[in-house]
């Protein structure tokens, strides 16, 4: 079974900016879909990007134009670049591929 180990997160002021990681164990990582999803207090989990294994992402519009999802396969990571960040970013961020959830890393933007 994959292991997803994230990082990355913290507090920050809005109109800052953050880079989520999320390492995983395991060759086959460099074939698998990635994800990230955030969850805030009393929300369900939204998908928040989305980056194929042929480097195609996709994006929630709430996100559009502020993140970046990005993979390195040969260090089995991907990330999550925050730019721009609102206060309603705030949330625990997973990173989520090949059937498993990384323990998620703490979000939180300060106005």
């Known amino acids: 079974q994959v292991q997803l180990v994230e990082s990355g997160g913290g507090l920050v002021q809005a109109g800052g900016s953050l880079r989520l990681s999320c390492a995983a164990s395991?060759?086959?990582?460099?074939?698998?879909?990635m994800h990230w999803y955030r969850q805030a207090p009393g929300n369900q989990r939204d998908l928040v990007a989305t980056?194929?294994?042929?480097?195609?992402?996709n994006y929630a519009d709430s996100v559009k134009g502020r993140f970046t999802i990005s993979r390195d396969n040969a260090k089995n990571t991907v990330y999550l670049q925050m730019n721009s960040l609102k206060p309603d970013d705030t949330a625990v961020y997973y990173c989520?591929?090949?059937?498993?959830w990384g323990q998620g890393t703490q979000v939180t933007v300060s106005s």
């Open positions: 989520y591929g090949v059937g498993s």
């Open positions: 980056i194929y294994s042929g480097g195609r992402t």
């Open positions: 395991g060759s086959i990582f460099r074939f698998a879909t």
